[in-house]
């Protein structure tokens, strides 16, 4: 996808609050501000914050660190980083192109484990309805609602975006979170998530 003017908004909001030295990001994402490609990468905005960046991809672009998330990140990953973001890549996380449960399950749990206790995680992902045919998974405000009742997680924000302007078939759910301890839902605790396949 990439980080919209409304999804710097947020971090800019998240930044401003919590004051992250790191983030660990999904996705080697551009920078689309005002609708426009406002510089190639979105390391860029980050180290202009003084964020250590980090960006996990299977893109070998901007760097990344190439791993498939949908199986566990190495241990030495966990507890690394004070914000995680999704800005419209767990969407795509399923295997042999099309969904696979355990591997979108895996997305979710090496995001919970990457991020330090009382860290954030900002999420920004098709909603259910919307582009079509453009991932795998799409996202419900239940989804997180759910999440957060059986993880170690606040809700701080939570609601529906238009990409770009695109409120008739573009919209996104996002959601900021903030950890509050290591509990994390089980495979079959996730699999009664609100999430769609289409």
């Not at 770009?164 to 079959?188: A, H, R, W, Y």
Request: glycine share 8%.
């Amino acid at each position: 996808m990439g980080i919209t003017t409304f999804s710097k908004n947020i971090l800019d909001r998240v930044i401003e609050k919590y004051n992250p030295k790191n983030v660990g990001e999904y996705g080697s994402q551009n920078l689309y501000l005002d609708a426009e490609l406002s510089t190639p990468y979105s390391n860029v905005y980050y180290e202009s914050k003084g964020i250590e960046y980090t960006c996990f991809d299977l893109s070998k672009e901007n760097n990344c660190l190439v791993y498939d998330l949908t199986y566990p990140l190495p241990d030495k990953f966990n507890d690394n980083f004070d914000l995680v973001t999704d800005f419209g890549c767990t969407e795509h996380y399923g295997r042999e192109g099309k969904h696979h449960l355990e591997g979108f399950y895996n997305s979710w749990v090496n995001k919970h484990n990457i991020l330090k206790v009382s860290g954030i995680t900002v999420n920004e992902n098709p909603k259910s309805g919307h582009w079509q045919n453009h991932g795998f998974n799409y996202y419900t405000e239940e989804f997180y609602k759910g999440l957060a009742k059986f993880a170690d997680y606040e809700i701080i924000e939570l609601g529906e975006s238009c990409a770009m302007g695109n409120c008739e078939s573009g919209k996104n759910i996002f959601c900021v979170m903030q950890k509050n301890g290591n509990k994390f839902p089980t495979l079959d605790e996730f699999s009664t998530l609100e999430f769609k396949l289409s």
